[in-house]
């Protein structure tokens, strides 16, 4: 399986040193004999048709370097649009930076690969969150996989639990908590009575929280992964401009002891049932399932048949979203069995 990677980052290198170290358990368990044919950063790109060896090219990241740096292999300012044009291959990995103002360089990355019937795991929620209707219809189109198991939980499996463990079974509702920094936050200014700032500040320092936690702290980052999960699990075909968004830059110390007071916690729950899709700041009771700590994640789905089923794991972390990456491509082998 001939394999692209847009983006050479915190997923992506985790990701190329899986599929070394697991060469053997990969053939003979799952008969999936990746070969990473090109990988492209800001730089420009590395690519050999024979299959690229990593140890040079994960040494050369380390040093700061573009993969484009090495001698023999490098191409210097060459895109990744001209790479998904020019390489062969079977399977495009999007683990690019999210921007969801208008999905870039993302969402072309990815129309291009479908449209050059390429199969597709993306990581990166900003294409997804404002195109993902019709960009399942173009993979429909053309006969491909889309998949994304890592943009909603890291590695927990919340896309897999909703798809594919509950076969014939509807889920009806979904509601949690989505972002690990903006739970890291309110739990700092529960346990230890800091103001959000401060709270911030840790959430930095700690390595849970970007320089710029815009995405977060607004809610907007949780209303992306609302969107894949309600398009993905409930066939709602909604965009992000479909979610009323209000994040936590609102609540304050006052109200977060007021609710401690009595035996109940602020957080941040992203929800959608038949009718809205929302993220917002709710009260819950402390010994409610969705009550989870520290940056976890916790979902509950609503389901016809099993009732509620609530699933609580790490929602980020560069290996954790290597991991879903990993089930995504054995996901696609399986599927066309390529
Ligand atoms: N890290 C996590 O825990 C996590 C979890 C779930 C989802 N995600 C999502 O997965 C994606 C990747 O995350 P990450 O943590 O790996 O990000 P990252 O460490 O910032 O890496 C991003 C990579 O994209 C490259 N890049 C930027 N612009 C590019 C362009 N125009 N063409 C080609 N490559 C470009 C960067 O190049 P340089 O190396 O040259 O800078 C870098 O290699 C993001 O969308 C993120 O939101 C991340």
Redesign the pocket.
């Known amino acids: 399986m001939r394999i692209i990677v847009?983006?050479?980052?915190?997923?992506?290198q985790p990701f190329v040193k899986i599929l070394c170290e697991r060469e053997k358990e990969l053939s003979g368990n799952f008969g999936l004999k990746p070969r990473v044919v090109a990988v492209?950063?800001?730089?420009g790109a590395i690519v050999s048709s024979s299959g690229l060896n990593f140890t040079r090219i994960l040494e050369a990241?380390k040093l700061g370097k573009?993969v484009a740096a090495d001698t023999k292999l490098g191409r210097p300012r060459t895109?990744?649009m001209e790479i998904i044009e020019e390489v062969e291959a079977d399977v495009v990995v999007e683990?690019?930076?999210?921007n969801i103002v208008d999905g870039e360089?993302?969402l072309s990355f990815i129309k291009a690969a479908l449209k050059k019937k390429r199969n597709v795991i993306a990581?990166?929620?900003?294409p997804l969150a404002i195109a993902l209707p019709s960009l399942m219809e173009l993979a429909r189109y053309n006969g491909v996989c889309l998949r994304f198991s890592?943009?909603v939980g890291?590695g927990t499996p919340l896309l897999d639990l909703g798809k594919k463990c509950l076969l014939g079974d509807k889920i009806q509702s979904i509601k949690g908590i989505l972002n690990g920094t903006t739970n890291y936050i309110l739990a700092r200014m529960t346990e230890a009575r800091v103001q959000m700032d401060d709270a911030l500040k840790e959430a930095q320092a700690a390595g849970y929280a970007e320089a710029d936690p815009t995405y977060d702290v607004k809610g907007i980052d949780s209303a992306c992964k609302l969107v894949i999960l309600a398009n993905w699990l409930m066939d709602r075909r909604i965009t992000i401009k479909d979610v009323n968004i209000s994040g936590i830059t609102e609540v304050t110390l006052n109200e977060i002891v007021k609710a401690e007071e009595e035996k109940a916690a602020i957080k941040l729950i992203a929800s959608i049932n038949g009718g809205e899709a929302s993220v917002s700041p709710r009260l819950l009771p402390k010994n409610h399932p969705l009550c989870v700590g520290g940056t976890l994640n916790a979902v509950t789905f609503t389901t016809e048949f099993a009732g509620e089923i609530t699933l609580v794991g790490h929602g980020?972390?560069?290996v954790?979203?290597a991991g879903a990456v990993l089930r995504d491509l054995i996901d696609i082998k399986r599927e066309l069995s390529l």
């Open positions: 847009l983006g050479f980052g915190n997923v992506a492209v950063d800001r730089g990241k573009s895109t990744g683990a690019t930076p999210t360089p993302g990581t990166n929620k900003g890592g943009t890291g980020a972390g560069g954790q979203t």
